[in-house]
Protein backbone atom coordinates (compact mmCIF):
# COMPACT_ATOMS: atom_id res chain seq x y z
CA UNK A 1 0.00 0.00 0.00
CA UNK A 2 1.39 3.23 -0.93
CA UNK A 3 1.15 6.89 0.80
CA UNK A 4 2.71 8.53 3.10
CA UNK A 5 1.99 7.39 7.41
CA UNK A 6 1.43 9.56 9.75
CA UNK A 7 1.54 8.74 13.22
CA UNK A 8 -2.38 7.58 14.14
CA UNK A 9 -4.67 10.75 14.57
CA UNK A 10 -6.43 11.17 17.39
CA UNK A 11 -9.72 12.82 18.07
CA UNK A 12 -9.31 14.57 21.32
CA UNK A 13 -12.95 15.40 21.64
CA UNK A 14 -15.98 13.43 20.60
CA UNK A 15 -19.40 11.82 21.51
CA UNK A 16 -19.18 8.39 21.03
CA UNK A 17 -22.40 7.64 22.47
CA UNK A 18 -24.36 10.23 20.40
CA UNK A 19 -22.40 8.56 17.49
CA UNK A 20 -23.64 5.33 17.83
CA UNK A 21 -27.15 6.68 19.66
CA UNK A 22 -27.68 8.51 15.41
CA UNK A 23 -27.73 4.95 14.69
CA UNK A 24 -30.96 4.07 16.53
CA UNK A 25 -32.56 7.71 16.80
CA UNK A 26 -34.20 10.09 14.39
CA UNK A 27 -31.48 12.23 12.55
CA UNK A 28 -32.23 15.81 11.62
CA UNK A 29 -28.96 17.04 10.83
CA UNK A 30 -29.57 16.89 7.09
CA UNK A 31 -33.03 19.08 7.74
CA UNK A 32 -33.00 22.69 6.05
CA UNK A 33 -36.40 24.14 7.07
CA UNK A 34 -38.19 23.35 9.68
CA UNK A 35 -40.84 21.35 7.24
CA UNK A 36 -37.98 19.12 6.11
CA UNK A 37 -37.44 18.68 9.92
CA UNK A 38 -41.04 17.48 10.51
CA UNK A 39 -41.12 15.42 7.22
CA UNK A 40 -38.26 13.23 8.51
CA UNK A 41 -40.06 13.36 12.04
CA UNK A 42 -43.45 11.73 10.42
CA UNK A 43 -41.29 8.91 8.62
CA UNK A 44 -39.68 7.81 11.66
CA UNK A 45 -43.17 7.60 13.75
CA UNK A 46 -44.31 5.69 10.95
CA UNK A 47 -42.39 3.02 11.97
CA UNK A 48 -43.36 3.04 15.89
CA UNK A 49 -46.01 2.08 17.93
CA UNK A 50 -48.63 4.45 19.04
CA UNK A 51 -47.32 4.86 22.10
CA UNK A 52 -43.55 5.01 21.75
CA UNK A 53 -41.25 7.96 22.31
CA UNK A 54 -39.29 9.85 18.81
CA UNK A 55 -36.14 10.38 20.18
CA UNK A 56 -33.48 12.35 17.95
CA UNK A 57 -31.15 14.72 17.31
CA UNK A 58 -29.16 17.31 14.83
CA UNK A 59 -31.90 19.63 14.16
CA UNK A 60 -30.30 23.15 13.68
CA UNK A 61 -32.70 26.12 13.07
CA UNK A 62 -29.91 28.49 12.24
CA UNK A 63 -29.83 26.74 9.10
CA UNK A 64 -33.24 26.99 7.90
CA UNK A 65 -34.91 29.39 5.84
CA UNK A 66 -36.78 30.52 8.84
CA UNK A 67 -34.89 30.25 11.67
CA UNK A 68 -36.54 30.61 14.42
CA UNK A 69 -37.10 28.15 17.41
CA UNK A 70 -39.71 25.30 16.23
CA UNK A 71 -42.74 24.93 18.79
CA UNK A 72 -44.32 22.01 20.39
CA UNK A 73 -47.64 21.98 18.33
CA UNK A 74 -46.02 21.38 14.71
CA UNK A 75 -44.18 18.48 16.56
CA UNK A 76 -47.42 16.97 18.02
CA UNK A 77 -48.45 16.82 15.23
CA UNK A 78 -45.81 15.47 13.13
CA UNK A 79 -45.24 12.30 15.52
CA UNK A 80 -49.07 11.72 15.86
CA UNK A 81 -49.28 13.07 19.76
CA UNK A 82 -46.47 10.70 20.93
CA UNK A 83 -43.81 11.84 23.28
CA UNK A 84 -40.88 13.34 21.37
CA UNK A 85 -37.53 14.16 22.55
CA UNK A 86 -35.05 15.62 19.83
CA UNK A 87 -31.58 17.34 20.86
CA UNK A 88 -30.66 20.48 18.95
CA UNK A 89 -27.45 19.90 16.91
CA UNK A 90 -25.24 21.55 19.72
CA UNK A 91 -27.09 19.56 22.71
CA UNK A 92 -27.61 22.76 24.59
CA UNK A 93 -31.43 22.64 23.96
CA UNK A 94 -33.97 20.31 22.99
CA UNK A 95 -37.25 20.00 20.68
CA UNK A 96 -39.83 18.25 23.17
CA UNK A 97 -43.51 17.49 22.21
CA UNK A 98 -46.82 18.14 25.05
CA UNK A 99 -46.58 14.22 25.83
CA UNK A 100 -43.06 14.83 26.57
CA UNK A 101 -43.63 17.81 28.71
CA UNK A 102 -46.16 15.97 30.33
CA UNK A 103 -43.76 13.13 30.98
CA UNK A 104 -41.14 14.99 32.31
CA UNK A 105 -43.80 16.38 35.11
CA UNK A 106 -43.65 20.39 33.14
CA UNK A 107 -46.68 21.92 33.58
CA UNK A 108 -47.65 25.79 33.70
CA UNK A 109 -46.46 26.70 37.07
CA UNK A 110 -43.10 24.73 36.84
CA UNK A 111 -39.91 26.52 37.87
CA UNK A 112 -36.92 26.34 35.76
CA UNK A 113 -34.19 24.35 36.57
CA UNK A 114 -31.32 25.97 38.33
CA UNK A 115 -28.79 25.95 35.48
CA UNK A 116 -31.62 25.60 32.70
CA UNK A 117 -34.87 27.24 31.44
CA UNK A 118 -37.99 25.82 30.15
CA UNK A 119 -39.02 28.32 27.40
CA UNK A 120 -42.59 29.76 27.35
CA UNK A 121 -45.26 31.72 25.70
CA UNK A 122 -46.56 35.55 26.29
CA UNK A 123 -49.50 33.43 28.19
CA UNK A 124 -47.03 30.98 30.29
CA UNK A 125 -47.68 27.97 28.44
CA UNK A 126 -43.84 26.16 27.80
CA UNK A 127 -43.27 26.29 23.50
CA UNK A 128 -41.52 23.14 23.40
CA UNK A 129 -37.84 24.15 23.71
CA UNK A 130 -36.13 23.11 26.50
CA UNK A 131 -32.37 24.70 27.36
CA UNK A 132 -29.46 23.75 29.60
CA UNK A 133 -30.47 21.28 32.28
CA UNK A 134 -33.65 22.15 30.97
CA UNK A 135 -32.59 19.34 28.90
CA UNK A 136 -32.10 17.15 31.35
CA UNK A 137 -34.97 17.32 32.78
CA UNK A 138 -36.92 15.44 29.93
CA UNK A 139 -33.90 13.36 29.01
CA UNK A 140 -34.13 11.61 32.32
CA UNK A 141 -38.01 10.08 31.66
CA UNK A 142 -36.85 9.36 28.17
CA UNK A 143 -36.71 4.91 27.70
CA UNK A 144 -32.75 4.34 26.83
CA UNK A 145 -32.04 1.58 23.74
CA UNK A 146 -31.19 -1.97 25.01
CA UNK A 147 -27.81 -3.10 25.52
CA UNK A 148 -27.94 -4.57 22.32
CA UNK A 149 -28.99 -1.78 20.22
CA UNK A 150 -26.56 -0.16 22.24
CA UNK A 151 -23.88 -2.37 21.42
CA UNK A 152 -24.40 -2.79 18.01
CA UNK A 153 -24.83 0.96 17.08
CA UNK A 154 -21.56 1.72 18.80
CA UNK A 155 -19.19 -0.99 16.88
CA UNK A 156 -20.48 0.49 13.89
CA UNK A 157 -19.80 4.01 15.23
CA UNK A 158 -16.07 2.73 15.82
CA UNK A 159 -16.01 0.98 11.98
CA UNK A 160 -16.68 4.28 10.73
CA UNK A 161 -13.99 6.21 12.91
CA UNK A 162 -11.47 3.76 11.61
CA UNK A 163 -12.92 4.32 8.02
CA UNK A 164 -11.87 8.20 8.44
CA UNK A 165 -8.00 7.38 9.98
CA UNK A 166 -8.85 7.93 13.60
CA UNK A 167 -6.83 5.67 16.05
CA UNK A 168 -7.85 7.06 19.09
CA UNK A 169 -10.29 9.18 20.55
CA UNK A 170 -10.90 11.05 23.87
CA UNK A 171 -14.73 10.55 24.38
CA UNK A 172 -16.95 13.09 26.53
CA UNK A 173 -20.25 10.52 27.59
CA UNK A 174 -22.14 9.24 29.99
CA UNK A 175 -21.61 5.90 31.74
CA UNK A 176 -24.04 4.02 28.73
CA UNK A 177 -21.34 4.78 26.56
CA UNK A 178 -18.33 3.06 28.37
CA UNK A 179 -20.49 0.13 29.24
CA UNK A 180 -21.26 -0.33 25.91
CA UNK A 181 -17.60 -0.15 24.66
CA UNK A 182 -17.01 -2.67 28.08
CA UNK A 183 -18.81 -4.93 26.64
CA UNK A 184 -17.36 -4.83 23.29
CA UNK A 185 -13.80 -4.81 24.36
CA UNK A 186 -14.52 -8.07 26.21
CA UNK A 187 -15.16 -9.55 22.96
CA UNK A 188 -11.77 -7.78 21.21
CA UNK A 189 -9.66 -5.19 21.70
CA UNK A 190 -11.84 -1.99 20.71
CA UNK A 191 -10.19 -1.07 16.84
CA UNK A 192 -10.23 2.46 18.17
CA UNK A 193 -8.49 3.20 21.15
CA UNK A 194 -10.94 4.98 23.77
CA UNK A 195 -9.53 7.26 26.58
CA UNK A 196 -13.01 7.90 28.46
CA UNK A 197 -13.96 10.85 30.33
CA UNK A 198 -16.68 10.69 33.15
CA UNK A 199 -19.51 13.57 33.41
CA UNK A 200 -18.95 15.66 36.79
CA UNK A 201 -22.15 14.41 38.69
CA UNK A 202 -20.36 10.99 38.44
CA UNK A 203 -16.84 12.26 40.32
CA UNK A 204 -18.77 11.08 44.10
CA UNK A 205 -19.14 7.27 42.32
CA UNK A 206 -14.99 7.70 41.17
CA UNK A 207 -13.82 8.94 44.68
CA UNK A 208 -15.51 6.26 46.23
CA UNK A 209 -13.85 3.62 43.89
CA UNK A 210 -10.83 5.13 44.24
CA UNK A 211 -10.97 5.25 40.66
CA UNK A 212 -7.74 7.12 38.96
CA UNK A 213 -6.77 8.51 35.80
CA UNK A 214 -5.14 5.67 33.53
CA UNK A 215 -7.02 2.72 35.06
CA UNK A 216 -7.91 0.42 32.23
CA UNK A 217 -5.70 -0.50 29.03
CA UNK A 218 -4.53 0.78 25.61
CA UNK A 219 -7.44 0.24 24.36
CA UNK A 220 -9.91 1.26 27.39
CA UNK A 221 -9.46 3.85 29.61
CA UNK A 222 -10.69 6.05 32.37
CA UNK A 223 -8.52 9.40 32.51
CA UNK A 224 -10.77 12.29 33.39
CA UNK A 225 -13.48 14.13 34.38
CA UNK A 226 -16.15 16.23 32.05
CA UNK A 227 -17.87 19.57 33.10
CA UNK A 228 -19.75 22.00 31.99
CA UNK A 229 -19.09 25.93 32.47
CA UNK A 230 -21.25 27.79 29.86
CA UNK A 231 -23.34 27.28 26.90
CA UNK A 232 -22.75 27.24 23.21
CA UNK A 233 -22.47 30.19 20.19
CA UNK A 234 -25.44 28.85 18.81
CA UNK A 235 -28.00 28.53 21.30
CA UNK A 236 -26.57 31.82 22.50
CA UNK A 237 -25.47 30.85 26.21
CA UNK A 238 -21.60 30.88 25.39
CA UNK A 239 -20.16 33.17 28.84
CA UNK A 240 -19.28 36.00 27.75
CA UNK A 241 -17.27 38.79 29.68
CA UNK A 242 -19.42 41.58 28.81
CA UNK A 243 -22.08 39.60 30.74
CA UNK A 244 -24.01 37.62 28.05
CA UNK A 245 -24.61 33.70 27.98
CA UNK A 246 -25.75 31.43 30.71
CA UNK A 247 -22.68 30.51 33.20
CA UNK A 248 -23.65 26.66 34.44
CA UNK A 249 -21.28 25.82 37.30
CA UNK A 250 -20.81 28.49 39.67
CA UNK A 251 -17.22 29.61 40.74
CA UNK A 252 -17.47 28.24 44.34
CA UNK A 253 -18.39 24.86 42.73
CA UNK A 254 -16.07 24.70 39.89
CA UNK A 255 -13.18 25.55 42.09
CA UNK A 256 -14.02 22.79 44.16
CA UNK A 257 -14.53 20.51 41.47
CA UNK A 258 -11.10 21.35 40.10
CA UNK A 259 -9.57 20.75 43.66
CA UNK A 260 -11.77 17.29 44.35
CA UNK A 261 -10.57 15.64 41.05
CA UNK A 262 -6.69 16.63 41.00
CA UNK A 263 -7.03 14.70 44.78
CA UNK A 264 -8.50 11.86 43.50
CA UNK A 265 -5.53 11.55 40.52
CA UNK A 266 -8.35 12.53 37.34
CA UNK A 267 -7.59 14.80 35.27
CA UNK A 268 -10.08 17.30 34.54
CA UNK A 269 -11.72 18.95 31.11
CA UNK A 270 -14.08 22.20 31.07
CA UNK A 271 -16.21 22.76 28.42
CA UNK A 272 -15.71 26.73 28.12
CA UNK A 273 -16.75 28.41 25.23
CA UNK A 274 -16.95 32.23 25.63
CA UNK A 275 -14.56 34.39 26.90
CA UNK A 276 -15.75 34.33 30.13
CA UNK A 277 -15.87 30.93 30.63
CA UNK A 278 -12.36 30.19 29.23
CA UNK A 279 -11.68 33.16 32.25
CA UNK A 280 -13.27 31.01 35.09
CA UNK A 281 -12.11 27.96 33.78
CA UNK A 282 -8.32 29.60 33.86
CA UNK A 283 -8.85 31.07 37.40
CA UNK A 284 -10.14 27.93 38.62
CA UNK A 285 -7.23 25.73 37.14
CA UNK A 286 -3.95 28.49 38.00
CA UNK A 287 -3.66 28.02 41.77
CA UNK A 288 -3.57 23.90 40.94
CA UNK A 289 -0.89 24.06 38.39
CA UNK A 290 2.20 21.48 39.12
CA UNK A 291 -0.16 19.44 41.48
CA UNK A 292 1.04 16.05 40.09
CA UNK A 293 2.98 15.03 36.82
CA UNK A 294 0.24 13.50 35.86
CA UNK A 295 -2.43 16.83 36.06
CA UNK A 296 -3.70 17.68 32.64
CA UNK A 297 -6.33 19.80 32.86
CA UNK A 298 -7.73 20.97 29.52
CA UNK A 299 -10.42 23.84 28.58
CA UNK A 300 -12.37 22.27 25.71
CA UNK A 301 -13.53 24.32 23.04
CA UNK A 302 -11.88 27.65 24.35
CA UNK A 303 -13.61 28.99 21.25
CA UNK A 304 -13.09 32.90 22.03
CA UNK A 305 -10.06 33.79 24.69
CA UNK A 306 -9.44 36.99 25.92
CA UNK A 307 -6.18 38.12 24.80
CA UNK A 308 -5.07 38.53 28.28
CA UNK A 309 -5.93 35.23 28.85
CA UNK A 310 -3.97 33.64 25.96
CA UNK A 311 -1.00 33.55 27.64
CA UNK A 312 -2.07 32.13 30.78
CA UNK A 313 -2.75 28.71 28.97
CA UNK A 314 0.93 27.63 28.89
CA UNK A 315 1.65 29.16 32.79
CA UNK A 316 -1.52 27.30 33.96
CA UNK A 317 -0.75 23.62 32.09
CA UNK A 318 -3.58 23.67 30.95
CA UNK A 319 -3.86 22.28 27.49
CA UNK A 320 -6.28 23.52 24.76
CA UNK A 321 -8.19 21.19 23.45
CA UNK A 322 -9.83 22.81 19.96
CA UNK A 323 -11.99 21.57 17.10
CA UNK A 324 -11.17 23.07 13.84
CA UNK A 325 -14.00 22.75 11.70
CA UNK A 326 -16.15 24.00 14.52
CA UNK A 327 -14.85 27.70 12.60
CA UNK A 328 -15.99 26.48 9.31
CA UNK A 329 -19.21 25.76 10.59
CA UNK A 330 -19.53 28.66 12.83
CA UNK A 331 -18.01 31.76 10.73
CA UNK A 332 -20.97 33.43 10.24
CA UNK A 333 -22.65 33.63 13.15
CA UNK A 334 -19.18 34.24 15.07
CA UNK A 335 -18.86 37.17 12.75
CA UNK A 336 -22.80 38.38 13.55
CA UNK A 337 -22.54 37.08 17.28
CA UNK A 338 -19.28 37.86 18.60
CA UNK A 339 -18.49 41.13 15.94
CA UNK A 340 -15.70 42.55 17.97
CA UNK A 341 -14.64 39.43 19.52
CA UNK A 342 -13.89 37.37 16.70
CA UNK A 343 -10.02 38.16 15.80
CA UNK A 344 -10.29 35.71 19.20
CA UNK A 345 -12.24 33.11 18.23
CA UNK A 346 -10.80 29.82 16.85
CA UNK A 347 -7.71 31.37 18.00
CA UNK A 348 -5.52 28.35 18.11
CA UNK A 349 -2.40 30.39 16.15
CA UNK A 350 -2.13 32.72 18.95
CA UNK A 351 -2.71 29.87 21.45
CA UNK A 352 0.00 28.00 20.11
CA UNK A 353 2.44 30.61 19.69
CA UNK A 354 2.11 31.38 23.13
CA UNK A 355 3.31 28.08 24.22
CA UNK A 356 0.35 26.57 24.66
CA UNK A 357 -0.42 22.47 24.36
CA UNK A 358 -2.95 21.48 21.31
CA UNK A 359 -5.31 18.99 20.84
CA UNK A 360 -7.54 18.89 18.16
CA UNK A 361 -10.72 16.61 17.73
CA UNK A 362 -14.09 17.39 16.06
CA UNK A 363 -16.85 17.01 18.79
CA UNK A 364 -18.61 14.83 15.91
CA UNK A 365 -21.68 14.39 16.24
CA UNK A 366 -21.69 18.23 16.14
CA UNK A 367 -19.85 18.60 13.34
CA UNK A 368 -17.88 15.70 10.94
CA UNK A 369 -15.43 13.16 12.61
CA UNK A 370 -13.19 13.36 9.47
CA UNK A 371 -9.69 14.75 10.56
CA UNK A 372 -8.35 15.63 7.36
CA UNK A 373 -11.56 18.51 7.41
CA UNK A 374 -10.06 19.44 10.76
CA UNK A 375 -6.42 19.77 9.91
CA UNK A 376 -7.68 21.39 6.21
CA UNK A 377 -9.66 24.13 8.73
CA UNK A 378 -7.04 24.63 11.19
CA UNK A 379 -4.42 25.58 8.38
CA UNK A 380 -5.01 26.88 4.82
CA UNK A 381 -9.02 26.92 4.93
CA UNK A 382 -8.56 30.32 7.05
CA UNK A 383 -6.39 31.43 4.28
CA UNK A 384 -8.39 30.58 1.32
CA UNK A 385 -11.46 31.90 3.35
CA UNK A 386 -9.55 34.85 4.01
CA UNK A 387 -11.20 34.95 7.62
CA UNK A 388 -8.04 35.64 9.80
CA UNK A 389 -5.68 34.30 7.95
CA UNK A 390 -2.79 35.11 10.36
CA UNK A 391 -4.36 32.93 12.83
CA UNK A 392 -4.39 29.78 10.64
CA UNK A 393 -1.07 26.96 11.47
CA UNK A 394 1.66 25.03 9.57
CA UNK A 395 0.44 21.59 8.45
CA UNK A 396 3.18 20.21 11.13
CA UNK A 397 1.76 22.39 14.15
CA UNK A 398 -2.02 20.87 12.95
CA UNK A 399 -0.61 17.57 12.81
CA UNK A 400 1.03 17.85 16.22
CA UNK A 401 -2.38 18.98 17.46
CA UNK A 402 -3.97 15.41 16.46
CA UNK A 403 -1.11 13.40 17.87
CA UNK A 404 1.93 14.58 20.06
CA UNK A 405 -0.45 16.70 22.18
CA UNK A 406 -3.49 14.77 21.94
CA UNK A 407 -1.60 11.82 23.51
CA UNK A 408 -0.08 14.48 26.17
CA UNK A 409 -3.83 15.81 27.04
CA UNK A 410 -4.51 11.94 28.28
CA UNK A 411 -0.58 11.12 29.82
CA UNK A 412 -0.41 8.82 26.97
CA UNK A 413 2.75 10.31 25.42
CA UNK A 414 5.33 7.68 26.10
CA UNK A 415 2.89 5.26 24.11
CA UNK A 416 1.17 6.74 21.18
CA UNK A 417 1.73 10.55 18.82
CA UNK A 418 4.86 10.11 17.39
CA UNK A 419 6.43 7.15 15.30
CA UNK A 420 9.46 6.16 16.71
CA UNK A 421 10.24 2.74 17.90
CA UNK A 422 8.65 1.34 21.16
CA UNK A 423 5.83 3.01 21.12
CA UNK A 424 2.26 1.35 20.27
CA UNK A 425 2.08 1.13 16.21
CA UNK A 426 -0.61 3.30 15.46
CA UNK A 427 -0.97 4.63 11.69
CA UNK A 428 -2.74 6.85 9.64
CA UNK A 429 -1.90 5.95 5.65
CA UNK A 430 -2.44 9.09 3.54
CA UNK A 431 -2.52 8.85 -0.35
CA UNK A 432 -3.64 11.25 -2.48
CA UNK A 433 -5.69 13.64 0.27
CA UNK A 434 -7.57 10.35 0.77
CA UNK A 435 -7.17 7.80 3.85
CA UNK A 436 -5.47 4.40 2.55
CA UNK A 437 -5.69 2.60 5.40
CA UNK A 438 -5.53 2.58 9.34
CA UNK A 439 -3.41 0.76 11.67
CA UNK A 440 -3.62 0.21 15.16
CA UNK A 441 -1.24 -1.28 17.25
CA UNK A 442 0.32 -3.07 14.10
CA UNK A 443 -3.19 -4.48 12.95
CA UNK A 444 -4.95 -2.79 10.09
CA UNK A 445 -8.26 -1.72 11.06
CA UNK A 446 -9.49 -0.61 7.96
CA UNK A 447 -7.66 -0.15 4.45
CA UNK A 448 -9.09 1.52 1.31
ZN1 LIG B 1 -18.57 18.24 22.84
Known amino acids: MGGRALPGLTDAHI ?38 WIVGRGWYNDAWRDPRFPDR ?29 AAAGIERGTADPPGGAIDRDAGGEATGIVRENGVDV ?33 SMDRPVAFASLSRLHARRPLPVRVTWNLPGARLEHAERLGLRGGVGDDHLRIWGVKAFLDGSLGSRTAEMLDG ?9 ELVELARRCAAADLSLCLHAIGDGAVRRALNALEPLVGVSRRWRPRIEHAQCVDPADVPRFRRAGVIASMQPVHAVADRDLADREWPDRVSCAYAWRALQ ?10 DAPVEPA ?32 YTVGAAYAVGMEDRLGRLRPGLLCDLTIVDDGRVAATVVGGEITWRR
Open 353 to 362: DAGAVLAFGS
Open 15 to 52: HLESLARMRIEVELGPARSLEDALARISRHAAKLPPDA
Open 244 to 252: SGMPVLPQA
Open 370 to 401: DPLLGLDAATSWRRRAGWYPELALTPAQALRA
Open 73 to 101: RSLDEAGGGRPAFLVRKDAHSAWVSSAAL
Open 138 to 170: VRRVTPRPTDQQMDAAMSAALRDLSRLGITSVH
